[in-house]
């Protein structure tokens, strides 16, 4: 990627909002403050050799303590929207149960600090943060979480519907089945294989439910944040080809057709039998307001030796520049043009897109006292800013884009080893300083006001 900051801002043909985002057990901190109980990513960080640096998620950024901190960085872009999550385990230590009132009480504060930057609060229920007796139960696996994670959603929507009209019910659903209960890559660290493909239908028919119940509490815009990538095939051969259809299938469809359809790809040549109901593909096919869209990526692949139990294999995707996550995450931003201009054909009925994350990591020092000219982020975010323009020059409808993310955090199963962040955050201090980014991303959001 050019080292060169891009000469000219980008200019979108239509207006747009613009957010930021983060997510709690990543910047929060204060595990055991206000009665917060234990989720599967508290299990996760203590099992040793789970994190790559060996290093937990305490205290972090500390925004538990530090959260007007994170409220006036949200203000000074300018930004329209704060996306943040909110922490199943401080609202239900347990998972199930009364309402934790120091938990109600820390997110209410926070929603009301931002009403007052004039930054509006846009929550995520669920950031991959379940509690570890739902877990113990069966977690996603089992049908009982839906009933749970519905009830979990009242209690939130019944003390913060009065002032928050905007919100994501799950996070990444196709990341928790795929990395989560598929191969073990991240919690709670199931090797499930196909078998965990039921998590997914769990997944979305909670997102269904809630979606009812906030919007009985006074909710304008609900959706869920989908994890997507553009497949690409490594070669034009057969089985390349069909490599990349069943990636599609599994990480792309399998997430976007029941909610858009209301029908599920079919995975018979899998051995697959998705647990569904009669009534289930209805309450999950309930529209959203919105359609939300993560988006870090593409994905090659190609034809899996003939003992691989998977019918494709992840490949690098050559020809691009990467991030500092190495040949696991290529740079090539016409593959988000191309990823919403395909949704925009395949699904006719599609509701207006929110981009609700894009971002890069790249390394960086430990301290800031020298300031930090991400210039590596600015390109990638410039990048992908103009091919959001491009898609919505042919027609895409996308209302918001959202930048991953305000700021550095513990990056799940990397720990500290990778910086996403707008800002920069000493983790012995927890001292927050704006990346050169932080000043460009203001200065893209003042322009398109204009």
């Known amino acids: 990627m050019s080292s060169a900051t891009p000469p000219d801002l980008p200019t979108l043909p239509g207006r747009i909002r613009w957010s930021s985002a983060t997510a709690a057990f990543q910047i929060e901190g204060a595990r055991t403050e206000g009665d917060r109980g234990r989720s599967v990513w508290d299990t996760w960080v203590d099992t040793p050799g789970k994190v790559k640096d060996g290093s937990t998620a305490e205290p972090g950024a ?129 090797f499930l294989l196909f078998d965990a493909i039921p998590t997914a239908h769990h997944q979305l028919l909670a997102h269904g439910h809630a979606t009812r119940v906030l919007r009985e509490n006074g909710a304008k815009a609900v959706g869920v944040a989908n994890n997507h990538t553009h497949v690409y095939p490594l070669t034009d051969s057969d089985g390349d080809r069909a490599a990349a259809l069943a990636y599609d299938a599994l990480h792309n469809r399998l997430f976007a057709d029941p909610v858009l359809t209301g029908e599920y790809p079919d995975m018979s040549e899998y ?11 209805e309450i999950i096919a309930t529209r959203p307001d919105f359609y939300a869209v993560n988006f870090y990526n593409p994905t090659t692949v190609t034809a899996p030796a003939p003992d691989v139990p998977i019918p494709f294999d992840i490949v690098p995707t050559p020809n691009v520049e990467y991030t500092g996550f190495g040949d696991e995450w290529a740079i090539k931003p016409d593959s988000l043009r191309d990823l ?100 460009w991303y203001r200065r893209v959001i003042a322009e398109n006001r204009k």
């Open 62 to 190: 500390d925004s538990y303590h530090r959260w007007t901190e994170d409220v006036a960085l949200a203000k000074g872009l300018g930004l329209d929207r704060y996306r943040f999550s909110i922490s199943w385990t401080r609202i239900q230590p347990d998972g199930t149960g009364p309402a934790n009132r120091a938990g109600l009480d820390y997110y209410s504060r926070l929603v009301d600090g931002l009403l007052d930057a004039g930054v509006t609060p846009f929550p995520t229920l669920y950031h991959w943060d379940l509690p570890v007796p739902l877990h113990d139960a069966g977690g996603w696996t089992g049908r009982d979480v839906v009933e749970r994670f519905t009830d979990y959603t009242a209690l939130v929507a019944e003390h913060l519907g009065d002032r928050v009209e905007n919100w994501y019910t799950i996070n990444e659903p196709a990341m928790t089945t795929l990395q989560g209960y598929a191969v073990g890559a991240l919690a709670p660290g199931e």
């Open 271 to 281: 051995g697959v039998d998705l647990p569904v109901r009669d009534g289930d593909m």
């Open 340 to 439: 919403l201009i395909d949704f925009a054909g395949r699904y006719p009925n599609l509701p207006p897109i929110v981009i609700s994350e894009n971002g890069a990591s790249f390394p960086e020092p430990d301290t800031a006292d020298d300031g930090i000219n991400d210039v590596e982020r600015i390109a990638y975010i410039d990048g992908h800013i103009r091919a959001v323009g491009e898609a919505m020059s042919a027609g895409v409808d996308i209302e918001e884009y959202t930048v991953w993310s305000l700021l550095d955090n513990f990056e799940w199963a990397d720990g500290y080893t990778q910086r996403f962040g707008l800002t920069h955050v000493d983790f012995e201090t927890a001292k927050r300083t704006p990346k050169a980014s932080y000043d």
